[in-house]
């Protein structure tokens, strides 16, 4: 389960940027987590709510926006949504495609008492 560690890795940040503004909690977070990204929702949330007791974040409350994952042909440049990494071109057949998201996991907010 490295979404343990993803979570710890938040924490890092989340804590050094509530130092920086000397919020008294972090009441939300945010995340914006791709289909493709490696991570699974479900599990952050758990992972979150575990890790957040006896922190700044301890009553915070995890919003997660899950992203498709978006290609586009290089060939035709249409753009399509795909449930996998096995890709194919809905127009035109071929695999020369560009991700454009649904990949990645990112920090999208976080809100602080200060």
Do not use: W
């Not at 008294?24 to 914006?32: A, F, N, Y």
């Not at 929702?41 to 899950?66: G, V």
């Amino acid at each position: 389960m490295h979404e343990l560690s993803l979570i710890a890795n938040l924490f890092e940040i989340l804590e050094e940027k509530a130092a920086e503004k000397e919020a008294k909690r972090i009441l939300s977070v945010k995340l914006q987590v791709g289909l493709l990204s490696g991570a699974v929702p479900e599990l952050l949330k758990t992972s979150f709510d575990i890790y957040k007791k006896d922190t700044i974040a301890a009553e915070a409350e995890l919003e997660i926006i899950e992203v498709p994952f978006k290609v586009e042909c290089n060939v035709c440049q249409t753009q399509m949504i795909k449930d996998d990494l096995v890709a194919v071109c809905d127009a035109c057949g071929s695999i020369d495609l560009k991700t454009l998201q649904g990949t990645d996991l990112f920090l999208l907010k976080m809100d602080v008492e200060i």
